[in-house]
């Protein structure tokens, strides 16, 4: 069974700029997590969808923003780009998302911005 | 709300040598802790879980946590490492409380650096 995939694996944009970042759940998870991990840092984290609804929001500002739809793969989009927005992506699923539930981890998308 | 600590951003140590890496939580309810390891590149991977029973648990590959509530750790141990175990680990726990979701709060990290 293939595991979490995340599209595109790398990303450069330039400040100012949006973007999208896409993941596919493993195949019967219903629920999609997205994590932020800066460079040296731990993964934060940022939302949680189940069922296409959000489940749980992070500290992040209202730049930052997703989406679940009915196939339960999931969107992360950033607008308005800081330099500080460079960072690894994480996306994680899980069969139901809730206490315990084991969250399995995609490779992550390296977004860079200049 | 939960906090994690890891106090060693890096931890070296000799081929066949044995290992502790340190994990300690703050957390108003009770917790699942986790570790993840990530290697280079790559996302991450679960090491090990505690959600209940035995505070004691192990994964397949040699490793092995204490969950220790009185003094807060959560702290992972190998007798005898492998060039192969270098990687980050991370420690992690979310609420066990009540709640509809497995939201993980993560440490900062430790890099193993196994040399030969």
């Known amino acids: 069974d293939a595991g979490v995939t995340q599209s595109p694996t790398h990303l450069i944009k330039t400040r100012g700029q949006q973007v999208t970042l896409r993941c596919s759940p493993i195949s019967g998870h219903k629920s999609v997590s997205w994590y932020q991990q800066v460079l040296g840092q731990g993964p934060q984290f940022i939302f949680q969808?189940?069922?296409?609804?959000?489940?749980g929001r992070g500290n992040f500002p209202d730049r930052f923003s997703a989406r679940q739809f009915p196939n339960y793969s999931s969107e992360l989009n950033v607008n308005a780009l800081l330099l500080g927005d460079s960072a690894l992506y994480l996306c994680a699923s899980s069969r139901w998302g809730g206490r315990g539930t084991e969250a399995f981890f995609g490779q992550g998308t390296r977004l860079t911005v200049v | 709300a939960q906090s994690v600590t890891q106090l060693d951003s890096q931890v070296p140590v000799f081929e066949e040598a044995p290992v502790e890496l340190r994990c300690n939580y703050s957390?108003?309810?009770?917790?699942?802790l986790f570790w993840y390891v990530q290697y280079p590149n790559q996302g991450l991977q679960l090491l090990l879980k505690y959600l209940s029973g035995s505070t004691l648990v192990k994964s397949i590959n040699g490793f092995e946590a204490e969950f220790n509530k009185s003094q807060t750790s959560f702290h992972l141990r190998k007798p005898s490492v492998h060039i192969s175990d270098t990687a980050e680990y991370f420690c992690?726990?979310?609420?066990?409380?009540?709640?509809?979701?497995?939201?993980?709060?993560f440490g900062t990290g430790t890099l193993l650096a196994v040399q030969p």
């Open positions: 969808y189940y069922e296409k609804e959000e489940r």
């Open positions: 992690a726990v979310s609420d066990a409380s009540g709640g509809a979701t497995n939201k993980l709060i």
């Open positions: 957390s108003s309810v009770s917790v699942y």
